[in-house]
């Protein structure tokens, strides 16, 4: 009788834990990066860093919200920001990893403190888009560049799944008509002209570290890697992008806006933005939260300005400067 007891309070205690475990209000860091040329060219001199809104939609249309994460803080602001928020993604763009204070700078340390949160038992995740994929295996190789000149710009493709691409937590749970559709047609919206191959990972060690779950060819044939994750911590690379297929409409640039490229890229979103659920960071205060959520930014129109982004977040450095300092409230 008392072990049954015992039993049955032990299974509902192990039960309550992770009923408990589960966040439903994510929140999601997403970094921002120098301001993009051409923006810089229409608006000039204005703005300091920037994010397209349309990474802003991909955690929204998933059930999340997100706060930007500034470049150019030291290592006590990213680990401030990160006991907050719930996982981070690194947007594409076209920045210079070398830059100080830049994008790449940002993500070395991101990843540093998001492995020590990791191995400290709180699951936080990270998704790197294009150049946040590049940006994943940069910074695990202690910023090596090992990156390849290819040629993919514009090209929609279909994925060439590893055998065991199954066997990863972004794939295993993914129903069959996601992984037909990604097998089959061309939904994948590529836009790089840095590749990661497998020899580029083996170059910096990095080929036990990833499991490499779908290869592509650029339009030269060259192969190169389309979807990676960490084998230890969850952290994920996608060199496509799914945000685009939802939410950006510049024409002539072949993205996917059909029925079947929408449901692989809610797929990602909401596989994403699950990961950040099983983390239980949260702002000091509520004023706080409302003080860093993006809501507090003003969105421009940049399609209009021959931007291939239909909206953007362009900030100034005095946006930054004043919440780069650890806030007490
Ligand atoms: C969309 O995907 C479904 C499920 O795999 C498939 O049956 C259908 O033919 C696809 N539609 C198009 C237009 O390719
Ligand atoms: C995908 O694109 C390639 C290259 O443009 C084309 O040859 C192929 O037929 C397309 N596949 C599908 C299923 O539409
Ligand atoms: C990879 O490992 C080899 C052998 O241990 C070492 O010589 C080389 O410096 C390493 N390369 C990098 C980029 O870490
Ligand atoms: C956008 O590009 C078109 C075609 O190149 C050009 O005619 C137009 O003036 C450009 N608009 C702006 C605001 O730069
Ligand atoms: C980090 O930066 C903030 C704001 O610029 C500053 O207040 C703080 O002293 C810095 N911390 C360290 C450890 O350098």
Redesign the pocket.
């Known amino acids: 009788m008392n072990v049954v007891w015992i039993l049955f309070t032990a299974f509902v205690f192990t039960a309550a834990k992770t009923e408990e475990k589960v966040n439903d209000r994510p929140i999601i860091g997403i970094l921002t990066q120098e301001i993009d040329y051409n923006l810089n060219k229409k608006y000039p001199n204005q703005y300091h860093s920037y994010i397209a809104a349309s990474y802003v939609k991909f955690v929204e249309g998933a059930g999340a919200r997100s706060v930007p994460i500034w470049i150019g803080g030291n290592d006590s602001y990213y680990e401030d920001i990160l006991s907050k928020i719930n996982g981070v993604l690194w947007p594409g763009g076209a920045t210079y990893f070398f830059q100080k204070e830049g994008y790449a700078d940002a993500g070395d340390a991101i990843y540093r403190i998001a492995k020590k949160i990791n191995e400290r038992g709180e699951y936080f995740p990270i998704l790197g888009i294009c150049l946040g994929f590049e940006l994943l295996t940069y910074v695990a190789?202690?910023r090596?560049e090992?990156r390849t000149l290819c040629s993919s710009n514009s090209q929609p493709l279909p994925l060439e799944f590893m055998r065991d691409f199954r066997d990863s937590n972004m794939f295993k749970n993914a129903p069959s008509n996601v992984i037909r559709i990604l097998a089959r047609e061309n939904v994948t919206a590529n836009y790089h002209h840095y590749c990661v191959t497998k020899k580029d990972l083996r170059?910096?060690?990095l080929t036990d570290e990833f499991h490499v779950l779908s290869m592509n060819r650029d339009k030269k044939g060259l192969k190169f890697i389309s979807t990676l994750e960490h084998k230890q911590f969850p952290f994920y690379g996608l060199q496509f992008h799914p945000e685009k297929n939802l939410y950006e409409w510049v024409t002539g640039k072949n993205i996917p806006h059909g029925h079947n490229a929408t449901v692989v890229s809610q797929y990602f979103a909401n596989f994403f933005i699950n990961e950040a659920r099983k983390n239980s960071h949260e702002f000091r205060t509520k004023e706080e939260e409302e003080q860093r959520l993006i809501y507090n930014y003003p969105v421009t129109y940049t399609a209009p300005q021959n931007s291939t982004y239909e909206q953007c977040y362009m900030f100034k450095k005095s946006d930054r400067d004043g919440l780069l300092i650890e806030n007490d409230i």
């Open positions: 190789a202690n090596v090992h170059r910096v060690n």
